[in-house]
């Protein structure tokens, strides 16, 4: 099934393979036989990067565990004058909240490094002048409504109406705000009935109605044992419902790379992006132009990677971020 990926120039939908790249050089990219990470080509890559862009579940995090040696590494990369980003796809929490989460794990991260789809969200509907009188309905959690409240918009549903539940008997009408000119779908483990049915109307029954997707991750690390559904899995069943494709902002949208661009100054073919997942993290790296590392900490293995299927190929790969700098020290 094809996306619909915001380009970083004028705002408009593209259309854009799952597996497809950022023009020529993205193609060309993705033909090229990924390597494994080395001593040597470690110090070729951070020779030729002013900037790395992190993933965080799989990569920095699984659940609330830290990934054995992640906190030493950014360390050494700041030492070396390196500017780092936080790119995530999770919508669950704001960037205030994920800054909280970075501090409990003792790794001092600021609001302004973190980059997350439900920011990608609001700053989507502020970027495309979306009207303040306008409001928003989530099915997803507390991060985007705290996003959309910080860019000024008035947002509905999430975590309360997981408690809601619908009474289906005759001549009874499920009633719908019809002020709603947008419904945001993300990650969200208290989905249910009452909230597709919300979602459902407002984009079918409200005119001009966006549908927009953080993201459409198929899983995630929601603990550091196990993957669970991710919000690929909400977004499909309002596909379902409304027979609608949705705007999607997060990875691998390079609708984030506009901002990246704008606060660092840095041309991506300066930039690394690392991540665990080949469709979103690497997808998205390639289609800026940046140089791309994936890491097998997460959701990809080497057998998925290495699958004649796979069309998507990192520059390189290795088994957890830590290893740039073990590999670097030898």
């Given at each position: 099934m094809s996306e619909i990926i915001i380009g970083i120039g004028d705002g408009e939908p593209e259309k854009n393979t799952s597996t497809g790249g950022g023009g020529s050089a993205g193609c060309w990219q993705q033909q090229q036989q990924q390597q494994l990470l080395t001593p040597h080509s470690v110090k070729d890559l951070l020779d030729s990067v002013d900037a790395f862009l992190f993933d965080c579940d799989g990569v920095i995090w699984r659940g609330d565990v830290l990934i054995d040696g992640v906190a030493d590494t950014l360390d050494m990369l700041r030492s070396m004058g390196k500017k780092l980003v936080f790119v995530t796809n999770n919508s669950r929490k704001s960037r205030r909240q994920y800054a909280k989460k970075f501090h409990s794990l003792g790794i001092s991260v600021s609001e302004d490094e973190i980059f997350s789809s439900s920011f990608a969200a609001a700053m989507f509907l502020k970027t495309n002048d979306f009207p303040k009188e306008k409001k928003v309905y989530v099915i997803g959690g507390e991060g985007i409504l705290d996003e959309l409240e910080l860019a000024g918009y008035t947002g509905l549903g999430g975590p309360e109406?997981?408690?809601?539940?619908?009474?289906?008997?005759?001549?009874?009408?499920?009633?719908h705000d019809k002020s709603v000119g947008a419904v945001v779908v993300g990650l969200d483990p208290d989905i249910n009935y009452y909230k597709l049915q919300y979602g459902t109307l407002c984009i079918r029954e409200n005119p001009g109605c966006l549908f927009i997707a953080t993201n459409r991750d198929s899983v995630g690390h929601m603990t550091d044992l196990q993957e669970y559904p991710g919000a690929g899995c909400m977004v499909a069943a309002i596909c379902g419902s409304t027979q609608r494709e949705p705007i999607v902002v997060g990875k691998p949208s390079t609708f984030m790379m506009k901002f990246l661009l704008e606060k660092f100054n840095i041309s991506t073919s300066r930039m690394c992006m690392v991540g665990d997942r080949l469709d979103?993290?690497?997808?998205?790296?390639?289609?800026?132009?940046?140089?791309?590392?994936?890491?097998?900490?997460?959701?990809t293995n080497i057998s998925t990677l290495e699958d004649s299927s796979n069309h998507i190929r990192p520059d390189y790969y290795t088994s957890k971020m830590s290893d740039i700098q073990k590999l670097y020290l030898e």
């Open positions: 109406d997981g408690k809601k539940t619908l009474q289906l008997k005759p001549n009874w009408l499920f009633e979103t993290d690497i997808l998205f790296g390639q289609n800026a132009g940046c140089r791309t590392l994936l890491v097998l900490s997460g959701v």
